[in-house]
Structure formats: structure tokens, C-alpha cells
């Protein structure tokens, strides 16, 4: 591929507008092959040179970014001597080098992206740099009057863990007595959602994931199916995790 100015390159796959990338390059926050460039003229290769925005490489066009509506029974793996997995989704010949971000448990729903970009995978996944998740539930059982309240504050599981604050929202009831909430966490603790309203005195009976940093669960993708994300899409991502 042909050479490209820096900041022109990093303003077209997303990351600020010219004079904003032509910001970070002068304060060293961008760099060629491991090496800081101060220089918003300095031509480079998208496909040829890594070129990493605060240490997240700036995306290259082979990379796959797949949108999964996670259906219950499978898991979040790549390969399982005795489980379905979330790759086993995808026909054979796509599977290569691809990997979901992050887990959901076997039994939830909705929105799984699945990449063979293991640095983006890392970056959405690392604690540094959390991207918010948004989830809805239904909760049987006697969930506390305050469970929005202890959300805010940060619940403390039955083991003693602190989590960090969180959001709750209650959106109704459903015939036989469940309540129906929507979750938004700041982190990504191992069965989180189910182990916070246990510690307020619910069950979740079903959680499904509905968001992840920018990206939405698309309403026309069925069950058990996926789509490549737009590039808008990808650039949203790689802009949350900067
Ligand atoms: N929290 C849970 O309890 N389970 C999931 O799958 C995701 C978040």
C-alpha cells in the first residue's frame, strides 16, 4: 500500500480529528514501529509499519470484527473437548484466529464480539481500560427496595468482594412475579451481574447483554447469529479503548 502522511492516516481510520491527532503526534503518543514520532508529516505505511496510538495499534484492513448473538448453551471459548462453543457458530473455514472478547456465562444472551485482533481484544478487555457493559435481567426472588441505591455504592458480593458502582434500573414486572432490570458495570468481575443481585436478595433467572462500549446489540441479528461490523463500528471501538 502506498506511504500515508501520519496524521492524515490516523484521522481516516478514526482516531481524532486532524488537528486533534496532529496533537498527540507532537506529544509523542504515537509511534512507528516502537518508535515515538513527533512529526504529523512523517509518511508511513498502514500496512507495512505498526503505527500504535497510545500503545493501541491503529487498525489494519486484514483483521475480522464480528458482531455474535450469543444464544444459551454454548461457551465462551475457542475450543472445548466436550462443550459447543461460540466459534462453532462460525463455518469452519471463518473460525481461524478468531476468539471472543471477553466471556459471557454459557447460559446468557445477546451481544459477544469476536475478533482475530488480539490487541483489541486485550485493550476492550484489560482493566485499564474498561469498557462499560449493559445488561438486562430477569430477577426472582425478593430483590432489596434499594438494590438501585446499593448498585451507585458499590455492592459488596457474599464473599466480601467490593465492586465498583454500578447502575440499576428497574423496568417492570413480569406476570409471574419477576422483575425486570437493566445493569450497567464499569468492570468485569467473574459472573457479575448474577453475583451482585444475589448479594440484594434476587436470582437471575436470565441475563442478556445488550451493549458494549459503543457497540449495540443489532436488533435484526437472530439468535445464534453474527455479522462483520461496519467500519464506523470499528472505529468506534478502537476510539473507546484509546
Ligand atoms: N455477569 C454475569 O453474571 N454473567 C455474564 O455472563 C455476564 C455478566
Excluded at 2 to 12: G, I
Excluded at 95 to 121: F, Y
Excluded at 235 to 242: G, K, P, S, V
Aim: charged letters at 30%; one cysteine or more.
Amino acid at each position: 500500500m502506498a506511504q500515508e502522511r501520519l496524521d492524515k492516516m490516523l484521522a481516516s481510520r478514526g482516531a481524532g480529528s486532524r488537528k486533534e491527532v496532529g496533537q498527540l503526534i507532537r506529544l509523542g503518543r504515537v509511534t512507528i514501529n516502537g518508535q515515538a514520532c513527533r512529526d504529523p508529516a512523517k509518511k508511513a505505511d498502514p500496512e507495512q509499519d505498526v503505527v500504535c496510538v497510545m500503545g493501541v495499534p491503529l487498525r489494519t484492513r486484514k483483521e475480522r470484527y464480528f458482531m455474535l448473538n450469543k444464544p444459551a448453551g454454548v461457551i465462551s471459548a475457542t475450543e472445548d473437548a466436550t462443550q459447543k462453543t461460540v466459534l462453532e457458530l462460525f463455518p469452519a473455514s471463518e473460525r481461524t484466529g478468531l476468539a471472543p472478547v471477553g466471556r459471557l456465562d454459557k447460559d446468557t444472551l445477546g451481544l459477544l464480539l469476536v475478533t482475530d485482533d488480539g490487541a483489541l481484544n486485550h485493550a476492550l478487555t484489560s482493566p485499564r481500560r474498561h469498557v462499560d457493559k449493559r445488561y438486562a435481567a430477569l430477577v426472582s426472588g425478593s430483590l432489596c427496595a434499594d438494590a438501585a441505591e446499593r448498585f451507585a455504592a458499590g455492592v459488596e458480593l457474599r464473599d466480601g468482594t467490593r465492586c465498583l458502582p454500578a447502575e440499576l434500573v428497574v423496568r417492570g414486572q413480569t406476570p409471574d412475579g419477576w422483575t425486570e432490570v437493566e445493569v450497567v458495570l464499569h468492570e468485569g468481575k467473574y459472573h457479575q451481574v448474577k453475583r451482585m443481585i444475589a448479594a440484594l436478595g434476587g436470582h437471575v433467572e436470565r441475563l442478556e447483554r445488550l451493549s458494549m462500549g459503543p457497540l449495540t446489540l443489532d436488533p435484526a441479528l437472530e439468535r445464534g447469529s453474527y455479522r462483520a461490523l461496519t467500519e464506523e463500528e470499528i472505529e468506534t471501538l478502537f476510539a473507546a479503548c484509546r
